[in-house]
């Protein structure tokens, strides 16, 4: 029997390899889900059935549309937690809907669309994934000195119930900005002023990259 372990960009490899996986460039269409970094025992059979489930997992992300790497989409960017004007509270603890939070590294919620899962439903194939943001106007078009990009990892759930602008259908749909994804971007982890610097703004239009979790500065806690 021998031991495996779901590394933090969810590639199920041996204990050997996960290693020396870090230097490793190889890594399959499912890598990007479930980031998790616990360790279990798996039979040799059972790992082929964990490999398969994996792989059908992979497969219906991409027919239900979800990102992936590489590709850039118009999105818009709200920010939430403890002082926002919604009471929303610490947006950086472990009761997000992926069950983990960022300390430190720049955290965020993304639609409903792209999450994979509403309300409830719990942790989605997004949670763990990390994305490029680029603001480059404010909710009227106006062009603003914006704080640099920066790299966010998903950690909660924008539902569309609740939030109009993570309403999207599917990623050819888009919110009342044209933006296909909406990041809500969590004040606890300073995600919200690095990207809004110092326009004083709390809603932008920009970018947004899917990309590897490498160029995330950052530690999950969970």
Not at 83 to 101: I, L, Q, R
Not at 166 to 189: E, K, P, R, V
């Amino acid at each position: 029997m021998d031991s495996y372990s779901h590394c933090k960009v969810g590639r199920l490899v041996s204990s050997d390899a996960y290693k020396n996986l870090s230097s490793s460039s190889s890594f399959l269409p499912y890598d990007y889900l479930f980031c998790q970094s616990l360790i279990y025992t798996f039979t040799a059979e059972e790992h082929q059935n964990n490999i398969k489930m994996y792989t059908s997992i992979a497969l219906l992300a991409a027919s239900a549309g979800l990102a992936t790497a590489a590709t850039s989409y118009k999105a818009s960017f709200t920010q939430y937690g403890s002082t926002d004007t919604w009471g929303s509270g610490n947006c950086n603890v472990a009761t997000t809907a992926c069950g983990f939070y960022t300390s430190p590294g720049y955290s965020a919620a993304v639609s409903q669309n792209e999450f994979g899962v509403g309300t409830g439903a719990g942790a989605g194939p997004a949670c763990g994934t990390c994305w490029k943001l680029t603001a480059s106007t404010d909710s009227s078009g106006n062009n603003l000195s914006f704080g640099a990009p920066i790299v966010v990892q998903v950690t909660n759930l924008c539902p569309a119930e609740s939030n109009p602008l993570c309403a999207q259908n599917g990623l050819t749909g888009t919110n009342q900005y044209g933006a296909n994804l909406n990041f809500d971007l969590c004040i606890d982890s300073g995600a919200s002023a690095a990207l809004f610097g110092s326009t004083g703004v709390g809603l932008a239009v920009g970018s947004a990259e899917q990309v590897d979790c490498s160029s995330w500065s950052g530690k999950v806690v969970s």
